[in-house]
């Protein structure tokens, strides 16, 4: 590992996901000192593979996160188990606590611990989510396509995704739920699309020698399907965050759809030497686009480091 600066460690970068390793790869072949802290509760854990992620489809997300430790380790950057409780701000840099109080001093803080998909409160759902219950089409719609396809609304986007998904199979319904029927020019949007619009309470999953049949009905009608779409709210939330006194914000389509943690577009915050990058800050990327995020954020705290030293040096 690269020797700390006057016995601190240069980043410590909070999560240990696509974008928290890619940064602290960035980092690291910057000859920076980085421990990673992660609890190792990737988001992602219950899909099958990765997909859309180029020369990598279909990896499955423990691998992806093995080889990138495996990269980590060969530039001298380590990883800790773990999860960060606390921090504080000192002298210039950060104090991070971990669970087993174990005390991290850093110049600079990145947290990319992701988010968290608050489903839809159906019975089955949450089981069988990243299997036969997706969310995203460009994660899993060629999975999916062809098939009969249930979109469960739980939110103001159901129509929205009703739609998208539409563009992988013509054999789709939208399911009300919860939510109020579609406007007028949203109603004449679905039927140019062919999309069956079934009004009703979704009570469960019928599941069959462990295949999912379709979506039964508060009142007792059975809608046949072999994939149910669904748009969880995504939650980002971070005591360390809290800590130091960033609040989240709604997503642009309000706190139905999501909160999220606000930064620049270079990852930096209101709190000086604090950063984010990864879907606690962009609740829309996906695992390349938070990897990709990894990298360019650290560039950016790279550089705002080197003019902090450059200008320690002038003086």
């Known amino acids: 590992m690269t020797q700390p600066h006057n016995g601190r460690t240069d980043v ?17 072949r910057a000859l920076r000192s980085v421990v990673v802290v992660d609890a190792g509760q990737p988001r992602n854990a219950p899909a099958a593979g990765v997909h859309g992620f180029l020369s990598r489809d279909g990896i499955s997300p423990a691998e992806l996160l093995a080889t990138g430790r495996e990269e980590l380790a060969r530039y001298g950057g380590r990883v800790r188990s773990g999860s960060a409780v606390t921090a504080r701000t000192r002298d210039d840099g950060f104090e991070v606590t971990l669970t087993d109080g174990e005390v991290i001093e ?27 219950v997706v969310h995203c089409p460009y994660c899993h719609g060629w999975e999916v396509r062809g098939k009969r396809i249930a ?12 739609l998208l998904f539409r563009q992988w199979t013509d054999d789709l319904v939208l399911l009300t739920h919860t939510t109020d029927q579609p406007a007028p020019e949203q109603a004449a949007q ?42 969880p709210r995504m939650v980002a939330s971070s005591p360390v965050l809290d800590d130091l006194g960033l609040k989240p914000v709604a997503h642009p389509f309000g706190e139905a759809v999501g909160m999220t943690y606000p930064a620049e577009p270079t990852g930096a915050t209101t709190v000086p030497g604090l950063w984010l990058a990864g879907n606690v800050t962009d609740l ?12 360019a954020v650290a560039a950016a705290l790279n550089m705002e480091l080197i003019m902090t030293e450059t200008a320690a040096a002038a003086r």
């Open 12 to 28: 410590v970068v909070i999560g240990g996901g696509p974008a928290g390793l890619s940064a602290a790869i960035t980092l690291a």
């Open 106 to 132: 850093a110049r600079r803080l990145l947290v990319t611990t992701g988010l968290t998909d608050e489903l839809p409160d159906v019975d089955g759902v949450k089981e069988r989510f990243g299997r036969d």
């Open 151 to 162: 979109v469960l609304a739980s939110g103001p986007m159901g129509v929205h995704q009703a």
């Open 190 to 231: 679905l039927a140019a699309r062919g999309i069956t619009v079934v009004a009703g309470v979704v009570d469960r999953l019928e599941i069959d020698d462990d295949q999912l049949r379709g979506v039964r009905l508060a009142d007792g009608q059975l809608v046949a399907c072999d994939a149910v779409a669904v748009g």
């Open 284 to 295: 829309q990327a996906q695992v390349i686009t938070a990897a990709a995020q990894g990298m």
